[in-house]
């Protein structure tokens, strides 16, 4: 199991998240901002089986749109490993 | 040091907090919604020497009512190495 | 990559966010709460070059100041491996 933490503009949010979700991922959403443009954005984080973690990746990279500032990226994401994953 | 990550939903999470910090355990709340049902969950992340670990896992289990719809968990774990843990 | 989870104290926020954006670190502010208090502070989430996690760590320390509650610490960091970091 991997944690994927992906940093995604809001505009981006709902086109992302549906393509996600109709692919069977699970996904929590935490409300978040930018430290610089100080205005929201969002952070995903997704519990993914390993072999899954490229594709969920490429989900993300095709969902999210170029920014119309080329310094901004269309997304920012951490994969951290998971030593255990529990659900009761 | 482990960080857990413990997505439970909004109805239990006072109960699962009350305990937790009664057995002296250290927790940051943090603000989140699932991706499905898009209403708020709570994320509870706690910093946890490894052999409380268990004991952890076991409060949160214990404290979180079965849902009345069955593909709903009562409480999803995450458990990450920590690298360093500082207090300044 | 690692990850820095910085936890400070509203009243410190501005300050630490300052110094760490004007040496050049990224930085994602994620809302948060302490377990016991209940009152806001703030949750920083810095995904930094391993050779710079020490400078992060610093700048935190010295841009919190000491509560007056003896307890209560300036700052409660955990430092998390990274596996992968993209962005697209
Ligand atoms: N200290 C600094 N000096 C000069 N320019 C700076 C800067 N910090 C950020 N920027 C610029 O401003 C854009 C928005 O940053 P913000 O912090 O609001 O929003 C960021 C932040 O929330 C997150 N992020 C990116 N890299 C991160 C990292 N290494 N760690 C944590 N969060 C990161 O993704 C959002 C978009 O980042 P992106 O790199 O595409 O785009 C960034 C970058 O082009
Ligand atoms: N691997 C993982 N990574 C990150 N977060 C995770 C996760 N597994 C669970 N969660 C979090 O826990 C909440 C409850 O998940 P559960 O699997 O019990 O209960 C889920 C599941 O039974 C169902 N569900 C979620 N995503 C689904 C999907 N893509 N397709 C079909 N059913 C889904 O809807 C319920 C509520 O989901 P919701 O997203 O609102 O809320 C989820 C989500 O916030
Ligand atoms: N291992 C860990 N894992 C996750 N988050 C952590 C953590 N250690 C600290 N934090 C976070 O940092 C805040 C300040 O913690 P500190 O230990 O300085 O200061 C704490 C501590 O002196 C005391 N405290 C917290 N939990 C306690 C408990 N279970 N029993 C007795 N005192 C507690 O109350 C102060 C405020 O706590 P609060 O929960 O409002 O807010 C905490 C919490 O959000």
């Keep these: ?7 995604v503009r809001d505009a981006d949010l ?4 549906k393509k996600l979700l109709s692919e069977n991922f699970r996904v ?4 978040s901002s930018g430290g610089f443009f100080r205005n929201g954005n ?9 072999k899954r973690v490229d594709e969920a990746l490429h989900i ?7 920014s119309l500032d080329l310094a ?14 529990e659900q009761f």
Tied chains: 1, 2, 3.
Excluded: Q
Excluded at 14 to 17: E, I, N, Q
Excluded at 28 to 31: D, K, M, N, Q, V
Excluded at 42 to 50: C, F, I, S
């Design 1 to 7: 199991m991997k944690m994927l933490i992906a940093i």
């Design 14 to 17: 709902d086109k992302v998240l």
């Design 28 to 31: 929590t959403r935490i409300a």
């Design 42 to 50: 969002a952070t995903l984080m997704l519990g993914v089986t390993e």
């Design 60 to 66: 993300i990279e095709e969902n999210c749109a170029p």
């Design 72 to 85: 901004v990226k269309h997304a920012t994401v951490f994969v951290l490993d998971v030593d255990r994953f």
